[in-house]
């Protein structure tokens, strides 16, 4: 007989604590009772054991009397019909189900009574979580809940980025005084989805017409947007992830408001703390370049390209000596193709390359080194280096130009110049180069030493130099020539007025087939047949060689001067004085 040690030994699988198995959630049970046919609402989740299709007819246990048995099937096939409701009961079932099937459910209606009915309610709320967190300031519990509505109601106006229709009525109501008003509240979770809110409404995949974009961009910038957007910024510590998140927000709202109404643009820039703020930020130093490093510095090149008011407070700020000390990690070193890093070095280039086109600039430039660095870009760079030619280029340019002209001599920078036009470049680094060459004609001081030495240039290695220009002069007009053939088809099927609704796209055709690069080329050709005269005689040969003659070279710059004529408030007087003496020795 077995012992009782036999009969209760334990098993011979190793004993393991039992872990606490995650809680279900009641909605997964009862979604899949209801989505598995065969499931039992009483048995689900509970082990269960499935009857044997071989074994149904068996029936433990002694056989019924012969009365009890046609008593249970009188009770099945009776009152109850196996499912425990009553024949009435199911009729009434299934027309309940019937009218709930015929119910078609309405949509809203999104109008502007929805508007108004909206921002009543979304008034109510502001009132009640500011009366609420005023009277109990001291017990955060009994304002919460009033905090949790007001949150959900300032996400439900995402809505009406889809009805753009409504963005009139909505700033009549002062809707958007209001929701503006959100960003500077107590507590920064309400204050960050009312900025992504704003976001959603001024993003540029909303289908609004212009009209309705001003309405509401007009009532976002008199509710002071931009100061409480900048404030924000201030609070913000982007060592925390939601801080970072509202950050980012905060400056694509920048980016958008300058997007959608160049007023932001001015806007931004008096306010004392933006510019400052964000020259600082693109200057922190991190691992990998953050979203927020490379967005601050992509705003501040489109504040600085877009007002000179905003370029003279940055150079004021020191900001072109503190960006040329970011660009020079960069002067041997490319970033990552495809990278944040990428975007930001070509941002904060743009800054520097606009803000030298400033007289202070310019000075403020060759105070940070900025010619030298150019310069070693130039030998030693590969993503920088037609980014730092062009910056030397803006930096040349202009009647204030002649200190930079002499910088670039001075730094023994007419070799590296050189050296590259005589190699083949890409179009945007010729034109460069040909700015650059022209700037310096035009600034040097005759009879100067850095002037003669630029002369120089073009004499030696038998005239070398001026075989390139012109090479490069007859590749231009070439181009050129054809645009200008498919304008005067054009002209000789338009009416007067098409001719003046289509000029702008002609010039726009013709600068895209290098008329300023031939602009260029030929007043550096006239600046030496004015100064050299082995320059001039071998010039004349080139052109003689094509049966051409210096008139090619004269009609070039007349157009240039009826084109400066043309838009008399914009024209420079040197450049207009300076092209009238070169025809006169043409």
Same mark, same amino acid.
């Given at each position: 007989?077995? +012992? %009782?040690d ?40 509970? $082990? ?23 008593? =249970? ?6 009152r ?8 009435? $009961? ?38 009640k979580?500011?009366? /609420? ?23 439900? *106006? ?23 008003? /959100?960003? +500077?509240?107590?507590?920064?979770? @309400? ?29 976002? /910038? ?24 509202? =950050?980012y ?15 932001? !643009? ?5 306010n004392?703390?933006?510019?400052p ?12 370049? +953050?979203?927020n ?7 501040l ?15 004021? *700020?020191?900001?072109?000596?503190a ?6 990690a ?5 970033p990552a ?16 390359? #606009? ?30 280096r037609?980014? =730092? ?10 009647? $204030?130009?002649?200190? #930079? #002209? ?29 700015? %650059? @060459? ?53 002209? =000789? !099927? ?54 051409? $003659?210096?008139?090619? %070279? ?11 004529n ?7 007087? !040197? ?12």
């Amino acid at each position: 007989m077995a +012992s %009782i040690d036999d009969l209760f030994k334990r098993p011979t699988i190793p004993s393991q604590k039992r872990k606490l198995s995650a809680t279900k959630d009641p909605n997964e049970i009862y979604k899949s009772i209801k989505l598995n046919d065969k499931a039992n609402a009483r048995t689900n989740g509970q $082990t269960t054991v499935e009857d044997d299709p071989e074994e149904d007819d068996d029936v433990a246990g002694p056989d019924l009397p012969p009365d009890m048995e046609d008593e =249970a099937e009188n009770e099945e096939d009776g009152r109850f019909f196996g499912g425990g409701i009553t024949s009435e $009961t199911a009729d009434v079932l299934d027309f309940i189900d019937e009218r709930d099937q015929d119910a078609v459910a309405k949509p809203e209606t999104i109008d502007s009574g929805w508007v108004r009915k909206l921002a009543l309610n979304f008034e109510r709320k502001i009132s009640k979580n500011a009366e /609420l967190r005023a009277k109990f300031e001291s017990t955060p519990q009994k304002f919460m809940g009033s905090e949790a509505d007001l949150d959900a109601d300032v996400k439900a *106006l995402s809505i009406l980025s889809e009805h753009p229709e409504l963005y009139q009525e909505f700033a009549q109501l002062g809707c958007v005084s209001s929701l503006v008003s /959100l960003l +500077s509240h107590e507590n920064t979770d @309400i204050a960050i989805d009312a900025i992504e809110i704003i976001g959603e409404l001024i993003d540029e995949d909303v289908e609004a017409e212009q009209a309705q974009w001003d309405v509401l961009v007009d009532a976002l /910038l008199d509710a002071d947007l931009l100061d409480l957007l900048y404030q924000n910024l201030s609070r913000f510590d982007e060592s925390v992830e939601s801080d970072r998140i509202g =950050a980012y927000h905060v400056l694509g709202k920048h980016f958008d408001s300058i997007r959608a109404n160049h007023i932001a !643009t001015e806007l931004i820039g008096k306010n004392k703390g933006m510019i400052p703020w964000l020259i600082s930020r693109a200057q922190i130093r991190e691992s990998t370049v +953050s979203q927020n490093k490379q967005y601050s510095a992509e705003i501040l090149a489109i504040l600085l390209q877009t007002s000179a008011t905003n370029r003279k407070r940055f150079i004021g *700020l020191d900001g072109i000596d503190a960006f040329l000390q970011l660009l020079s990690a960069y002067r041997k070193r490319d970033p990552a193709k495809g990278t944040e890093e990428e975007e930001y070095v070509e941002n904060v280039f743009d800054c520097v390359t #606009c803000s030298v086109d400033e007289a202070e600039g310019k000075q403020k430039y060759l105070d940070g080194e900025g010619m030298e660095l150019c310069l070693i870009m130039l030998k030693e760079g590969k993503m920088s280096r037609p980014r =730092a030619l062009r910056l030397m280029d803006h930096a040349l340019g202009g009647p $204030t130009g002649i200190s #930079c #002209c002499e910088k670039l001599v001075e730094a023994a920078g007419l070799k590296v110049i050189f050296t590259m036009f005589m190699k083949k470049v890409d179009t945007q680094s010729t034109e460069h180069l040909l700015g %650059i @060459i022209a700037s310096m004609l035009r600034s040097l001081p005759g009879d100067s030493a850095p002037r003669i030495r630029l002369l120089g240039k073009f004499v030696e290695k038998n005239y070398e130099k001026i075989d390139r220009l012109m090479q490069l002069r007859r590749e231009y007009s070439s181009r050129l020539s054809n645009v200008d053939q498919t304008i005067k088809s054009e002209r =000789a !099927t338009f009416s007067a007025e098409e001719h003046v609704d289509m000029a702008d796209e002609w010039l726009s055709r013709r600068l895209d087939a290098g008329l300023f690069s031939l602009q260029s080329i030929d007043t550096t050709l006239a600046w030496l047949v004015a100064e050299d005269d082995g320059a001039r005689a071998h010039i004349q040969q080139l052109l003689a060689d094509r049966d051409e $003659t210096s008139a090619i %070279i004269k009609g070039t710059l007349q157009e240039q001067l009826a084109g400066i004529n043309a838009s008399a408030k914009e024209a420079d007087p !040197t450049i207009n004085d300076m092209l009238e003496t070169l025809i006169a020795f043409l």
